[in-house]
């Protein structure tokens, strides 16, 4: 049954693509600002068809990013691109609308929403609400003692994660009959209180999304 599942579904990305982001022909590009003395934000949007909205954000290595996005339907998403990369950190219709993440480089980080290119087509409207909050963003004027965090949710200082996304693309491979070469891995982050690194593939037009799922140990745990 589980072969039929993965098989059906394979087959459903090769011939729907339906879950390709709309290729968008109006987007516009909004930087975020915080309020003084605050360390998030909440932004109410509007987009419709192929169009989409690319929110940068400045960040430091080391802080903490939260993103969550609230829509009316069902097809808005969005992506997460580090500084200089060509291919997005976190894919929203992969993962879902809501992630967590400690940022890997300092730079300034795009907040791509939009429209799955199925909605796009019939020209669909999405209105939905973006909150960001950056850990530390803020700065008191006065030191504040942090809580130091729990060894069950903390990352060992001396983990390397740099073979992650190698041992990512092999798994891959073995898992759709790609050749390890032709699959693209992003960098690892932590999402939680696991590792994450994402990749994708292009087969016939189309192409594959994927996260590989790792314990804070460095244990290879899943695939999907």
Not at 85 to 97: D, I, K, M, Q, T
Not at 120 to 135: I, K, P, S
Request: glycine content about 8%; overall charge negative.
């Amino acid at each position: 049954m589980r072969a039929m599942v993965k098989s059906a579904l394979l087959a459903l990305l090769l011939s729907g693509s339906v879950l390709a982001p709309a290729v968008a022909q109006n987007s516009r590009t909004e930087t975020v600002h915080f309020q003084r003395g605050t360390s998030g934000t909440t932004i109410e949007g509007k987009i419709t068809g192929d169009q989409s909205v690319r929110y940068s954000i400045g960040v430091s290595a080391g802080q903490t990013m939260d993103v969550q996005l609230d829509t009316d339907i069902a097809s808005n998403y969005f992506n997460i691109t580090a500084p200089g990369a060509s291919e997005a950190l976190y894919n929203g219709s992969v993962s879902g609308n809501g992630t967590s993440f400690v940022i890997p480089s300092s730079g300034n980080y795009i907040i791509d929403v939009y429209l799955m290119r199925n909605a796009a087509r019939r020209g669909e409207t999405a209105n939905y609400d973006l909150t960001l909050y950056v850990e530390n963003a803020a700065r008191p004027s006065a030191p504040t003692p942090r809580p130091q965090p729990s060894t069950s949710s903390a990352a060992p200082s001396q983990l390397d994660t740099s073979q992650m996304p190698r041992f990512c693309a092999g798994e891959a491979s073995a898992e759709y009959g790609v050749r390890p070469q032709d699959i693209t891995v992003n960098m690892a982050f932590q999402s939680g209180n696991r590792f994450v690194t994402q990749g994708n593939f292009d087969r016939d037009g189309n192409t594959t999304f994927f996260n590989c799922w790792f314990g804070l140990d460095g244990t290879f745990q899943s695939l999907n």
